[in-house]
């Protein structure tokens, strides 16, 4: 029988593998972020030293869907990538932006 813990983190890592394959040769996007986004606030979003975010990342979350990204706030997605989640619900406000209402 699988731990449900583990079968979270598995089924995180299915997820995101299928990701990668249905993008194909396409540019990848999350939640209306690019993949350029992504990685340019991926400092920011990592422990155990996270750095400001850059004037790339706060662009690029600028047109993000935030609800969407708030959706995954407990979802066992953002750990395995190595994002952390209260760091992650964090960055818009640092961006100047303002989070969903529930997030």
Not at 29 to 41: E, K, Y
Not at 54 to 62: G, I, N, Q, V
């Amino acid at each position: 029988m699988v731990k449900m813990g583990s079968f979270n983190k598995l089924m995180a890592i299915l997820v995101v593998t299928m990701l990668v394959f249905v993008e194909g040769s396409r540019a990848f996007s999350f939640c209306n972020m690019s993949d350029d986004g992504l990685t340019a606030c991926k400092p920011s979003v990592t422990e155990p030293n996270p750095s400001d975010p850059t004037a790339e990342c706060c662009k690029d979350l600028s047109g993000a869907d935030l609800d969407c990204l708030c959706s995954y706030k407990t979802s066992p997605v953002l750990p395995t990538l190595g994002i952390s989640p209260k760091l992650a619900m964090g960055l818009p406000a640092k961006c100047g932006l303002t989070p969903p209402a529930n997030c």
